[in-house]
């Protein structure tokens, strides 16, 4: 099995509408990531977690939020969706700040 | 401002042929540089990291790379490339201003030819 699973893979939703993706892993990490990729731009920060009960905005947090509902379990939600949020998304952990960082597969997300 | 340049954004390689890809950064103290690989649908796989030490680092699947603090480079290599490293790389640094976190570049995508 997967050390870090992304829910759902592919997703297609329209202009306002509330989102979550979700994240798994299986490392026992304390550490969570969440990135979007966009062609030209490579990876950017939105949202990281130390622990449960540490989270932090990265570079492009506006638009979205996130949930740390376990140490193994890390969700963004993208309250009103918005066409420029459609991205490639990726969740990652490590067990240290310069770690090597573990990524889930992805998920596409297309809004239109 | 910090940012780490990928001026290459495609490359094409026979296969067999030796491989560069170029990873520029700026920043003022010698950052933490990693070297990640992207096949196609799936997620980022660390190849090889430079935190302090030999500046030649040995990485998975064959790869190397050299940080060269004069070029403030850390180019990638691979001395015989397979058709199987055809894939996105990304350089990222490690910065420790404000908050910790790393910085990907905008990937280059490597081409395998027969």
């Known amino acids: 099995d997967a050390d870090v699973t992304q829910t759902p893979r592919n997703r297609i939703t329209k202009t306002g509408k509330r989102i979550m993706l979700e994240c798994s892993q299986t490392k026992g990490h304390d550490r969570m990531y969440w990135y979007r990729q966009d062609p030209g731009l490579g990876l950017r920060l939105i949202y990281y977690?130390?622990?449960?009960?540490?989270?932090n905005k990265g570079e492009i947090s506006d638009g979205y939020s996130v949930s740390r509902q376990a140490q193994a379990k890390f969700s963004l939600s993208l309250e009103s969706a918005i066409p420029n949020q459609t991205a490639l998304y990726f969740c990652a952990t490590s067990e240290g700040v310069w770690s090597e960082q573990y990524f889930g597969p992805g998920t596409r997300l297309t809004v239109t | 401002a910090q940012s780490v340049t990928q001026p290459d954004i495609h490359i094409t390689v026979s296969e067999g042929a030796s491989l560069e890809l170029r990873c520029n950064y700026s920043?003022?103290?010698?950052?933490?540089l990693f070297w990640y690989v992207q096949s196609p649908g799936q997620g980022l796989q660390l190849l090889l990291k430079y935190f302090s030490g030999d500046t030649l680092v040995q990485g998975i699947k064959g790869f190397e790379a050299e940080f060269k603090r004069s070029q403030s480079s850390f180019n990638l290599r691979k001395p015989s490339v397979h058709w199987s490293d055809a894939a996105e790389y990304f350089c990222?640094?490690?910065?420790?201003?404000?908050?910790?976190?790393?910085?990907f570049g905008t990937g280059t995508r490597l081409l395998v030819s027969p």
């Open positions: 920043y003022g103290a010698t950052p933490y």
């Open positions: 977690s130390f622990d449960v009960k540490d989270i």
């Open positions: 990222a640094v490690g910065l420790n201003t404000g908050f910790q976190k790393l910085v």
